[in-house]
């Protein structure tokens, strides 16, 4: 079943819902399309900006806004909480707002939550504002981001393995 069929079949369950597929490597093959999902999982292009109201803040003070920091963030069912790495947060200037307890499978820990806008280029999705993401160590990854529970709850997510793409409806 290719994705134009899960397109199909998702478009008839879910009329209300605006369908985004995505290959996790463009211009791959199926094959390897298949292997990427596997190895590197179902991840999506983001930008990271400053908040709605960090930028007008900065607007109104005559202040430089940042650049957005571009990279990959990690559709991850496993988190509650969508994260963004913290040497992009510092790379903006993003202030924690407050502490957070997090549950993680090393144990619980503490960690500063953020404000931010995340965008989705060329995916079609919507920019998220968030009032807190959390500030975590991705950079070793190669992630710039976790799209968390706190995101995907708005979403129908669709992960086919057998074709190497990842289906989400808004």
């Known amino acids: 079943m290719g994705s134009d069929s899960i397109a199909l079949r998702l478009a008839r369950l879910l009329p209300q819902f605006t369908i985004h597929h995505f290959p996790v490597d463009l211009g791959a093959h ?3 399309s298949i292997q990427r999902l596997q190895t590197v999982g179902p991840r999506v292009p983001v930008e990271v900006h400053l908040s709605q109201p960090l930028a007008a803040y900065y607007a109104q003070q005559s202040l430089p806004i940042p650049q957005p ?3 990959w963030a990690l559709i991850d069912t496993g988190a509650s909480a969508s994260a963004v790495d913290r040497g992009a947060l510092q790379a903006l200037s993003i202030q924690p707002i407050s502490t957070v307890q997090v549950h993680t499978p090393s144990g619980q820990s503490t960690q500063f939550a953020h404000p931010v806008r ?3 280029p060329g995916t079609g999705l919507p920019d998220w504002p968030l009032h807190s ?4 160590d991705l950079a ?3 992630l710039l981001a976790l799209v968390g529970r706190d995101i995907l709850r708005h979403m129908v997510l ?3 393995g057998v074709i190497g793409v990842v289906t989400l409806a808004i």
């Open 69 to 71: 920091q571009t990279g």
């Open 30 to 32: 199926q094959a390897q």
């Open 140 to 142: 070793g990854q190669q």
């Open 158 to 160: 669709v992960y086919s």
């Open 133 to 136: 993401v959390l500030g975590t």
């Open 118 to 120: 995340l965008a989705f």
